[in-house]
């Protein structure tokens, strides 16, 4: 698995056209490095969208939400998992030529959901284990949805997303995507190596919108989240440069 540095936060581009996801990437790539290309933006412009985010020196996390039969999900992932590879492979040809180091991909991270059960999330794995040793990459990192930060927080939400959690993790899955919520026990139970991806993050200052279990940046940090996914917050902010740098601010503050 790859060894993941200090918490970071990746920006949501939950834009309808490739123009408008390539401004955000042009001015926020600066300060953001990795970037969620997610079904709106993907619906819209495909393969494309994840191209123009590798071009500006960004990384992206794909986040389609594969639930399908376990051959069907195997493939997505192989074929997630190759985008932009070519133009990522030329750049290195010498470079592996002569140390035969894998290539880092355009997609780092790519999400399944759990609901698709243990045969499905393993195929998902061992697309990834291909793929990766097929391409020469490093392999991308594959995690599971348990519930949306949308869903209510009821009585049971805890224990569902426990169980969802312990059984990607059984299945051969890097991690998964939780609330912060939930992120401290999963944490606790599935160990420090384990991924968490946490979305919903606000600041007091921010509107919920359609999001109930959410957090701000020190909370999900102190819970135990790796990737800490923004959209709203920055997208719809007056300036979204200085509302990633404050959001950044915290993040640093939080001893990182």
Do not use: W, Y
């Amino acid at each position: 698995m790859q060894r993941l540095a200090k918490p970071e936060i990746i920006l949501a581009l939950d834009v309808d056209t490739l123009e408008k996801a390539q401004v955000l990437v042009g001015k926020l790539s600066s300060k953001i490095k990795s970037f969620k290309i997610g079904s709106q933006l993907f619906t819209a412009s495909g393969p494309d969208a994840i191209k123009m985010v590798e071009k500006m020196g960004g990384r992206v996390f794909l986040d389609l939400k594969f639930h399908d039969i376990p051959k069907t999900v195997h493939s997505s992932i192989i074929s997630g998992s190759s985008i932009g590879i070519t133009v990522v492979a030329s750049r290195a040809t010498n470079v592996l030529k002569d140390m035969q180091q894998a290539v880092i991909p355009p997609v780092f991270m790519m999400t399944v959901h759990t609901k698709g059960g243990q045969a499905m999330l393993q195929e998902a794995a061992r697309g990834a284990e291909e793929a990766a040793k097929k391409l020469n990459i490093t392999k991308p990192l594959i995690v599971g949805v348990t519930r949306l930060t949308s869903d209510d927080n009821k009585d049971d939400t805890l224990e569902e997303v426990l169980k969802a959690a312990r059984l990607a993790q059984d299945s051969g899955l890097d991690g998964v995507v939780c609330s912060a919520l939930e992120a401290a026990k999963v944490r606790e139970a599935c160990g420090a190596d384990f991924v968490i991806v946490t979305p919903g993050i606000r600041s007091s200052k921010d509107r919920l919108n359609d999001q109930k279990r959410t957090a701000d940046v020190k909370q999900a940090i102190k819970a135990g989240s790796n990737f800490l996914v923004i959209g709203r917050p920055i997208l719809e902010a007056d300036d979204p440069i200085a509302k990633a740098e404050e959001l950044l601010g915290d993040l640093n503050g939080a001893g990182n």
